[in-house]
């Protein structure tokens, strides 16, 4: 259903013109600019509520649109993203199975496994 590969996920979308971090996203621009921001810094926390705000939406209604828009609530995208990287740098780079699992976000191996194993497709 959704499909980004991790090779290139910053540069997706780079030569949009994106808003400062304080205005919401233009209208119909909302979805990609909510991808962008879920796609980034994948290891690092992320304040849903933020997002919504950053798009100028109530954090229920944004959730609500991006589930029907994409067909997975945001969280769950988040961590289709993170799944998909690990996958890419799994298939493209020589790093570990730790270091891997950092650099996306999850605390190791194990953790990473059991999240890849239920990942949408």
Same mark, same amino acid.
């Given at each position: 259903m959704v499909e980004h590969g991790a090779v290139g996920l910053e540069a997706a979308g780079r030569d949009q013109q994106r808003p400062a *971090?304080?205005? =919401? %996203?233009?209208?119909?621009?909302?979805?990609?600019?909510?991808? +962008?921001?879920l796609g980034e810094d994948l290891a690092a926390r992320l304040d849903l509520a933020a997002v919504a705000a950053a798009v100028g939406m109530g954090y229920e209604s944004w959730r609500k649109r991006?589930? %029907?828009?994409?067909?997975? *609530? =945001? %969280? @769950?995208? @988040?961590?289709?993203? +993170?799944?998909?990287a %690990?996958?890419?740098?799994? @298939?493209?780079?020589s790093l570990p199975g730790r270091e891997i699992a950092r650099l996306v976000g999850f605390s190791d191996e194990y953790h990473l496994s059991k999240r890849s194993a239920g990942s949408p497709a």
């Open positions: *971090p304080h205005q =919401p %996203a233009a209208a119909g621009g909302w979805l990609d600019e909510s991808q +962008r921001r991006f589930q %029907a828009a994409l067909g997975l *609530p =945001p %969280a @769950r995208y @988040r961590l289709h993203r +993170r799944v998909v %690990a996958q890419e740098l799994m @298939r493209h780079t």
